[in-house]
């Protein structure tokens, strides 16, 4: 069974930093791209950022620059750093692995940017 579970996040002044976690259980984190979503009230689901199974990174426009993704294998764990945090930034983060005919999503974690 694929497992999912987040951690970090919370509530962060502009200009800040934040790092998310997402531990892996039940698979072998670097064999599939794994990707971090956001959602903000009222808004669809973006993708944020991904990293394949090559290592290969990509990023949303709107955080490039600010945001790394990076993956640990000895820790099946991936992460977000985010870092020169804006208000826009703001919403409910999801760690994402998806497999032939399956999709496993984190339980979300908030992040909120405000003053």
């Known amino acids: 069974q694929v497992r999912l579970a987040q951690s970090g996040g919370g509530l962060v002044q502009p200009g800040g930093s934040l790092r998310l976690s997402c531990l892996v259980s039940?698979?072998?984190?670097?064999?599939?791209?794994m990707r971090w979503y956001r959602q903000a009230p009222g808004q669809e689901r973006e993708l944020v950022a991904s990293i394949s199974s090559d290592g290969s990174k990509t990023y949303a426009d709107s955080v490039k620059g600010r945001f790394t993704i990076s993956r640990d294998y000895a820790r099946s764990t991936l992460y977000l750093q985010m870092d020169s945090l804006k208000p826009e930034d703001t919403a409910m983060y999801f760690c994402?692995?998806?497999?032939?005919?399956?999709?496993?999503w984190g339980q979300g974690t908030q992040v909120t940017v405000s003053s």
């Open positions: 994402n692995r998806q497999s032939p005919g399956r999709e496993f």
């Open positions: 039940g698979a072998v984190i670097n064999i599939r791209t």
